[in-house]
């Protein structure tokens, strides 16, 4: 994963603004693969909540509950899916 802040990867992926993490790779067995995400997708929110930096996301992650889903909003082919993934999402 790689942040997008300050990298001039707006135009690049389309993305609305300069937040989010570039998904450089998904595990074939992670909960985030059973998911949908996949190499390539830009991570904005996860349960509602801005994912702007690697450091945002790695916070919301461990605040997130131990079991359940979470939405995580992506950014994908020039629009917004969101996905439900299994908690916890590490």
Known sequence: MKNIVGMG???????????????????????AAAAGLRKGD??????GKAADTLRDLQR????????????????RGQREITLVVEAPVR
């Open 9 to 31: 990867e707006v135009s690049a992926w389309g993305l609305p603004g300069e937040a989010g993490i570039l998904v450089l790779d998904v595990p074939q067995a992670s909960r």
């Open 42 to 47: 830009v991570v904005l929110r996860l349960d």
């Open 60 to 75: 919301l992650s461990a605040e997130s509950p131990g079991v359940g889903t979470v939405n995580m909003v992506i950014w």
